[in-house]
């Protein structure tokens, strides 16, 4: 039989999509099954976006486009950096890529060497591990412990940094804790930075515009502009604007070589992102932004009614997170239990297993995000759902003996 890859052999399939899929059985088995594993905003994308893809459609805007962005969504973007984060990126060191995902496979092939590493502040979203991995890369894993909020601790980053570190990837608010950096916070590990000029940084700010209660959203190359050079600013419109099916990311640097290689991957791997959806981008970047104020009060306010219902239950213990919209619950208090259907929990995997089996909620393991015995809630879904999910969970929960 011919073969695949070797490189893939490391590379796991998301266990976040994983649970969809068996949520997704179940839920043809006619069961009711309440999902609360999708990082995926529940609202509509703007009808605005809609509008302004139909139009470039119909006016023919339907060829290959230029392979790094169009100069009107590149303007755009330029604009978006000055206003929301106080950082001068101009078309030359932007590129458009199809979703974050891409962006960041991109920067890692285009500068990953076998061997290299890669530090990432940990839980952390499930793919900068597989990426890291894909392009060559060996990720480096350094804890965010739920006693520092989940925060990435100076002292830690600097531990975790070697001869061979070419990346720091930074994400907060994060996927799955919720945990974001003040400017003082982000200017403290930018300090540690400063001391490091071979390495590169990478920021996902995909979930900047979901932080609450006031918290303000600060990204590194603003904290720090010495680090202006050496940041590659990531983002997208999925989680802001509700387009996780138009797939558009982009990425900008101060660094002319890094957007250079960047883009050159990108043209290797993709003939540029669809024009359409190009288009879209621009009018949500573009458009009056009240939106994204709208949808964070609507998020906050599931925030705290679900912490407000797990704190109550026996065994599992919140942190409350600043942005983004996971709750990260731990569930040491539950470990060595067994549920009413007979299953031993002895680990995150057995209580999602169980809870998903037993109560049919979808949730994701700890283990996913590299730290233990934890799960991640999504509240990016109704109310009712929320409602319904968190009853579940504590009778799941209060069942254990
Ligand atoms: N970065 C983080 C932290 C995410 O949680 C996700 C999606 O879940 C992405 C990036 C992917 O974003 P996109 O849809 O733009 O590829």
Redesign the pocket.
């Known amino acids: 039989m011919p073969s695949i890859a070797d490189r893939l052999k490391n590379v796991s399939i998301s266990a ?1 999509a994983a649970m969809t899929q068996r949520a997704r059985e179940l839920a043809a088995k006619g069961i009711k099954v309440v999902s609360l594993s999708s ?2 905003p529940d609202f509509p994308t703007p009808a605005h976006a809609i509008e302004a893809a139909h139009a470039a459609a119909l006016r023919g805007d339907t060829k290959y486009p230029p392979m790094d962005g169009t100069p009107a969504l590149k303007a755009a973007i330029s604009r978006k950096f000055r206003r929301d984060n106080n950082l001068d990126y101009d078309a030359s060191q932007i590129v458009v890529s ?7 496979f991109n920067a890692m092939l285009a500068t990953c060497n076998p061997g290299d590493e890669v530090v990432i502040p940990t839980p ?2 499930v ?2 591990a597989d990426i890291v991995k894909f392009a060559g890369g060996v990720p480096v894993a350094v804890p965010c412990f739920e006693q520092a909020g989940f925060k990435l601790r100076p002292e830690d980053l600097e531990a975790a940094i070697t001869p061979r570190t070419k990346w720091l990837i930074l ?1 907060f608010p ?3 804790t919720g945990a974001a950096c003040s400017r003082a916070e982000m200017a403290a590990i930018a300090e540690v930075m400063l001391r490091h000029p071979n390495v590169w940084i990478l920021t ?1 700010d ?2 900047e515009h979901l932080v609450y209660g006031g918290f303000e959203f600060c990204t590194i190359a603003d904290a720090e502009p010495r680090l202006y050079d050496r940041v590659l600013t ?1 983002n ?4 802001a604007y509700a387009m ?1 099916g138009w ?3 982009y990425c900008a640097s101060g660094s002319k070589e890094l957007i250079a290689a960047i883009s050159n991957v990108n043209g290797q791997n993709s003939g540029g992102t669809t024009t359409v959806t190009q288009a879209a981008a621009i009018a949500a970047l573009d458009s009056p932004q009240d939106l994204l104020k709208e949808r964070a009060a609507i998020y906050r306010e599931r925030r705290d009614f679900v912490l407000d219902q797990l704190s109550k239950v026996e065994g599992l213990r919140c942190h409350k997170p600043e942005g ?1 919209f996971y709750i990260y619950p731990n569930i040491s208090g539950l470990i060595g239990k067994t549920t009413k259907g007979g299953r031993k929990i002895e680990t995150d995997v057995d209580f999602v297993m169980a809870l998903v089996e037993e109560h049919h909620v979808a949730t994701v393991q700890g283990a996913a995000y590299g730290m233990s015995p934890y799960f991640r809630i999504s509240y990016a879904t109704s109310m009712e759902m929320l409602g319904e999910g968190c009853a579940r969970i504590a009778q799941f929960c209060r069942d254990m003996r």
């Open positions: 976040s990082g995926e199809g979703g974050g995902k891409q962006v960041i952390s979203w793919s900068y994400n994060n996927n799955p996902d995909i979930y990531m997208g419109v999925s989680k996780t797939r558009l990311g983004a």
